[in-house]
């Protein structure tokens, strides 16, 4: 039987999956890589460290198989990241600017200031915003100096991660993307499905410097020179980890929905080929395009923290020692007695887009105790979800009756009770929750043949839990007014 490899770089990590044709799990590893933090707001990754966690990934995951029945690479990534390096080498130029570093908010304020979000927003479906990769762009052109003199020799070559894994996995011979990936850059057109010569030049952005755009599911290149694989394995699907979740969650029809819950967390509904515009400060992206010409969009709503609250507990207020150890603690008190927490810790995003606000804590007082802290620690990642479901419910001006859910996260109940009794939503959790992987699976197999449609990808979907809202209507206002009350007091800078 034939394995699919899939490449899941993130925000923290790498994993690789590898999986048969029917879906069973083979093998699994994941390594994480430190994160650097230069300045306050500024959030970097060494790209061969990033390359190094590919390799021992995909080693560990081939140790006892055949690695020539490897029919097809799928890659899923963390989106807005933006690395740089040498198309001769496919060597790293700088460290890689990570989706959740904050130093360009100054030039997208400037942005806003001429009146051109308006422009961005109908052409990339995005908002003016540090997360996303055109600022980036424009601010290593301008401050990094092997970023520019490559640039200017012709040598350069920028792309989110995916761009980059191909370059490595195929020996520097491809510069590619697709659209999910390329979506994210603010350089893209998303109505015309090509990078624009003029949302280039309003952020300084050379167009040249941008790779072609290739279908997510296809052939993009096929490997050379990687340490414990054959030559020649074709890499055959590529998608952005949201748009790899929704994929993998089987929200293949119009008007199916998941969240997924990272270091942040990412709610994506499937608008199929309606380019729907958001009225509340959501997102239009591209969801995928698995044939020439053939695009299914989406609208998106992010929150930049929700696993990462966590391991801020864990790490930075020693509540924890286990990420794990958070529900227990949290359940060890009916409520969080009034302690409301507020998980900007890198800004707000949607729908309140805001790169100056901070995290904060309301609420406390002498009864206070960690398990109280525990528990406002997982009502927050919930209660930004509430907002995001909301502006959403808005603008389709229905309610969405159910929600996919996935990540790390979503395995905590307690977590995923209180996510749907806020929402009022049914809640569905699936038996495989790293959906992402699975998503790149999809891609893959669909790129080389291995399932001809997505109505075959529907079928593989299977149920683990029901989370159904306990909260009557009352109570469902009192706890999102003591939320809004919350937010009000930090978004404080627009």
């Known amino acids: ?132 990769s055109g600022t980036k762009a424009a601010w290593a052109l301008k401050n990094q100096e092997a970023v520019a003199r490559s640039a200017r020799d012709g040598t350069l070559a920028a792309g989110t991660i995916d761009s980059y894994l191909l370059a490595r996995l195929t020996g520097g011979e491809v510069h590619a993307t697709e659209p999910s990936n390329a979506s994210r850059t603010l350089c893209f057109d998303i109505n015309k499905v090509r990078f624009s010569d003029e949302l280039c030049e309003m952020l300084g952005v050379p167009r040249e410097i941008w790779p072609e755009v290739k279908p997510s599911a296809g052939v993009f290149g096929r490997t050379r020179g990687v340490t414990g694989l054959p030559d020649g394995i074709p890499i055959s699907g590529i998608v952005g980890d949201q748009q790899a979740a929704l994929l993998g969650q089987a929200c293949t029809r119009e008007g199916m929905a998941k969240c997924t819950y990272g270091t942040g967390a990412f709610i994506l509904m499937n608008t199929g080929k309606t380019l729907a515009r958001s009225r509340h400060r959501l997102l239009t992206t591209i969801a995928w395009s698995l044939r020439e010409g053939d695009i299914t969009y989406a609208l998106e709503g992010s929150a930049f923290i929700a696993g990462a609250a966590v391991q801020w507990a864990r790490d930075g207020m020693k509540l924890i020692r286990s990420a794990e150890e958070i529900e227990a603690l949290a359940a060890s008190v009916p409520d969080s007695d009034g302690v409301t927490f507020v998980p900007a810790l890198t800004g707000l995003g949607a729908p309140w887009w805001n790169p100056e606000a901070t995290g904060m804590f309301t609420g406390l007082t002498r009864g206070t105790t960690q398990a109280h802290m525990a528990r406002a620690i997982l009502e927050g990642i919930a209660f930004q979800n509430a907002d995001i479901l909301s502006a959403m419910q808005k603008d389709l001006g229905r309610p969405i009756e159910s929600l996919n859910v996935d990540g790390g996260a979503a395995a905590n109940n307690l977590l995923m009770q209180f996510q749907s009794d806020i929402l009022g939503v049914r809640l569905r959790r699936p038996r495989y929750l790293e959906t992402t992987s699975l ?38 206002a009192r706890e999102l007014a003591r939320w809004s009350a919350a937010v009000a007091r930090v978004n404080w800078k627009g």
């Open 439 to 476: 998503g790149a699976v999809f891609a893959a197999g669909l790129g080389v043949g291995i399932w001809s449609d997505l109505a075959a990808i529907e079928k593989t979907w299977k149920e683990d839990r029901t989370f159904a809202p306990t909260f009557g209507d009352d109570r469902r």
């Open 1 to 132: 039987m034939d394995f699919i490899l899939a490449i899941d770089q993130g925000t923290t990590g790498t994993t690789a999956l590898l999986m048969d044709t029917q879906l069973n799990r083979v093998a699994e590893a994941s390594i994480d890589f430190p994160q650097h933090f230069p300045k306050p707001g500024w959030v970097e990754h060494d790209l061969e460290d990033i390359w190094t966690t590919v390799q021992q990934t995909i080693r560990e995951v081939t140790r006892t198989i055949d690695i020539k029945k490897i029919a097809a690479i799928g890659i899923t990534n963390q989106r807005e990241t933006l690395c740089f390096w040498d198309r001769k080498t496919a060597k790293p130029l700088a460290r890689a600017l990570v989706w959740q570093d904050r130093r360009t908010a100054d030039q997208c304020r400037e942005l806003r200031e001429k009146g051109l979000e308006e422009k961005f927003q109908q052409a990339t479906g995005l908002l003016l915003d540090p997360y996303f």
